[in-house]
């Protein structure tokens, strides 16, 4: 009984923070005004108390959300006990940071047998995944033909009415780093826009944030695409394990976990930064290319059994990503994804746990596989948040 307490009291409470979350980013303002004194109009406005009608608004983003998170482990849950693998029910983190993040850290369930078969590593990996994205991709659809009217912004953003329905041509240049953001593409999120929405409906790219079943969408299509990376123990990870084996995937994940660092990190620093800018910036831009090679050395650290080989590696990087920026100024990588690199490098790890059976998959399953992997790559995101 105390376990389902657990279980059932961490997804009430997940429940409350999502709806908090959604709801500040339904209204742009948050339930915990963080400036007090202040003459700026704008921040002003996000002064104004948040209340129950808009905490129960909240709800359109957090129940299709969190269905989609449930639908995700439940899979995952289902297929093992399907397997004879003990495993507990999903636990949910809740997280709420008062107008920033999202309302979770997600949920996780915990496999309680050593898994010995090849077969049962990708039932149960697989499983989580496909049921979210059938689920995400009915969210989606649901946003995307169901989407207001375009003057509904202005119950968001009324300054923005003076403007009339080009506002986007004047509030954006002028705000800072950070001012908006805007859900960076990936093919589905693309292809919903381009032919499923009516484009005369269609927000600006910096307020799709306000619109809670597109949120919620494109947020399951981010965590599914980086769950289906095919690296270590994720989802991915166990599905490449299945479908290539254990000799084959020792030396494809590391390639993959390297270039996952190498294009998180692409354009950080450039060749460029270094041109006329006084001896004292450039010591500290030394420095801090010191600290980055520091950063992927330890990233790269479990990879290899020396110490010598990580450092290596990590410069070897650097020096590559020095270069392409001499020769392609403009190609930019994305440093958020660095944080789920430290994870991936130091915690979950890069290879897999290597089982007994080797046994083949079968025709349907490596197609289902495959298809798996084809999703990823869908549903990936080269920049998922646009500041």
Not at 196 to 201: L, Q
Not at 209 to 218: D, F, K, N, S, V
Not at 343 to 358: D, K, N, S, W
Request: with cysteine.
């Amino acid at each position: 009984m105390r376990k389902y307490l657990i279980h059932g009291g961490l997804f009430i409470i997940t429940l409350v923070t999502t709806t908090l979350a959604g709801a500040e980013w339904m209204f742009g303002r948050s339930f915990v005004p963080t400036e007090w004194l202040t003459d700026d109009p704008e921040a002003i406005k996000k002064l104004i108390p948040m209340g129950w009608h808009e905490f129960w608004a909240g709800l359109n983003y957090s129940l299709p959300f969190l269905a989609i998170l449930t639908v995700h482990e439940f899979g995952h849950y289902f297929t093992a006990k399907r397997n004879n693998v003990r495993v507990t029910l999903p636990y949910y983190i809740p997280l709420w940071l008062g107008g920033s993040g999202i309302g979770t850290l997600g949920a996780f369930i915990r496999i309680q047998d050593y898994i010995n078969s090849r077969r049962k590593y990708f039932d149960i990996g697989i499983a989580g995944p496909l049921a979210g994205f059938v689920l995400a991709l009915i969210v989606l659809w649901y946003g995307f033909t169901h989407l207001p009217a375009p003057e509904f912004i202005f119950s968001i953003h009324p300054e923005y009415q003076k403007y009339g329905l080009d506002y986007g041509k004047y509030v954006y240049k002028d705000l800072p780093e950070g001012g908006a953001i805007a859900l960076g593409d990936n093919l589905l999120f693309w292809f919903f826009k381009t032919y499923v929405a009516d484009a005369s409906r269609l927000p600006h790219a910096y307020e799709m944030i306000h619109y809670p079943y597109l949120l919620a969408g494109y947020l399951a299509l981010f965590f599914t695409s980086l769950n289906l990376i095919p690296i270590g123990q994720l989802d991915g990870g166990h599905v490449l394990y299945a479908l290539i084996g254990r000799d084959r995937f020792r030396w494809v994940a590391p390639v993959l976990f390297v270039g996952f660092a190498f294009y998180a990190g692409l354009g950080w620093f450039t060749v460029q930064e270094f041109h006329s800018i006084s001896d004292e910036d450039f010591l500290t831009k030394m420095l801090n290319l010191a600290l980055y090679a520091f950063f992927l050395s330890i990233c790269f650290s479990r990879i290899f059994e020396d110490k010598t080989t990580p450092w290596l590696l990590a410069l070897s990087v650097v020096l590559v990503q020095l270069g392409l920026s001499w020769l392609l100024p403009d190609l930019k990588g994305y440093p958020g994804f660095f944080a789920f690199v430290f994870i991936l490098g130091r915690f979950l790890g890069v290879y897999h746990p290597e089982t007994e059976l080797q046994e083949p998959l079968g025709t349907g399953r490596t197609v289902l596989g495959w298809l798996a992997l084809v999703i990823f790559v869908v549903s990936f995101s080269p920049h998922p948040f646009i500041f």
